[in-house]
């Protein structure tokens, strides 16, 4: 697969493009190649997943009382401590 070239203005004006395209780029200055983007796929499904379980875990924190905040805090200083 070739590398399209693009100049260091263009590649940052485009950028959301770049990232979006399946080919790599080379970035050049003057000419001359000064390093190459290639944009990585994602599984967005999967990135879907983590903040839907992101979210969850939120959820269950916000219905914590203040009791039970107050003993998490409590235990956290505790464990900082001891791991000096």
Do not use: N, W
């Amino acid at each position: 697969m070739t590398a399209t070239k693009v100049g260091i203005r263009e590649f940052r004006a485009g950028l959301a493009d770049f990232v979006d395209s399946d080919a790599p780029v080379a970035v050049t200055r003057h000419g001359q190649t000064v390093g190459y983007f290639i944009p990585v796929k994602q599984d967005r499904a999967a990135d879907a997943v983590a903040l839907r379980a992101a979210g969850e875990k939120l959820d269950a924190l916000l219905e914590l009382t203040e009791g039970e905040v107050e003993e998490m805090v409590t235990d956290f200083k505790r464990l900082r401590k001891a791991k000096r």
